[in-house]
């Protein structure tokens, strides 16, 4: 079974620039999460979608954060414009739905920015 | 919401060592508690996991126990490996939802 994808694996911008991850969650998975985390810390809930609605995006700095799961498949994650403490790897992860259903998630996108 | 205090690192053990990794949390409710670990260049993945009271999740030799007086998880190992070599990070779901509340991780160092 293929695990979640995330592209790219690496970024590296200028503050003030925009940039965008993308995720492809494993097949048949209705939640779909996006994740950020800060060297030395732990993730940090960004935003959840079930199918291609939001349940949750509290957490997400929506003056510069957006993201989209059109079809309910896959997902997009920008930032725009950066600020310097965006520098951190952004995780996506997917589960079945259900409560205590475990979170697969992806191997992330490490984003620097100068 | 749910907040989590967990162990802090780094620990450095001999091969075949006992390990302890403390977890504690607050919440609201009964939240099912889980633990995850990011091996060196791989992402996260689920260790293992307790969805009631004095449940005990185990795998690869790991143990956790659902301590519902105490609100602890605390994660344990008689025989660390040096494969066992990782960030470990506990996590409470947040009561009556899906959503996961991460510690801050322990990184763990097995010496052969």
């Known amino acids: 079974e293929a695990g979640v994808a995330q592209s790219p694996r690496y970024k590296i911008i200028e503050k003030r620039q925009s940039v965008a991850f993308w995720c492809n969650p494993i097949s048949g998975h209705a939640t779909l999460y996006w994740y950020q985390q800060i060297l030395g810390q732990g993730p940090k809930l960004l935003i959840q979608f079930q199918n291609n609605g939001v349940v949750d995006d509290s957490q997400l700095p929506k003056d510069r954060f957006s993201a989209e799961r059109l079809k309910g498949v896959d997902s997009t994650l920008k930032i725009q414009p950066a600020k310097l403490e965006d520098s951190a790897v952004y995780l996506c992860a997917s589960s079945l739905g259900t409560k205590d259903n475990e979170q697969f998630f992806g191997p992330g996108t490490r984003l620097t920015v100068l | 919401g749910n907040s989590v205090t967990q162990m802090e690192g780094p620990v450095t053990l001999s091969e075949e060592a006992f390990l302890t990794i403390n977890c504690t949390y607050t919440a609201t409710g009964y939240p099912s508690l889980f633990w995850y670990v990011q091996y060196p260049g791989e992402g996260l993945q689920l260790l293992l996991k307790?969805?009631?009271?004095?449940d005990k999740g185990s795998n690869k030799g790991f143990e956790a126990t659902y301590r519902k007086e105490t609100t602890s998880f605390h994660l344990e190992k008689g025989s660390v490996q040096v494969s066992d070599s990782a960030v470990y990070f506990c996590?409470?779901?947040?009561?009556?939802?899906?959503?996961?509340?991460f510690g801050k991780g322990t990184k763990l160092t097995v010496n052969p």
């Open positions: 996590a409470p779901q947040q009561g009556g939802s899906e959503k996961l509340v």
């Open positions: 307790a969805t009631k009271a004095d």
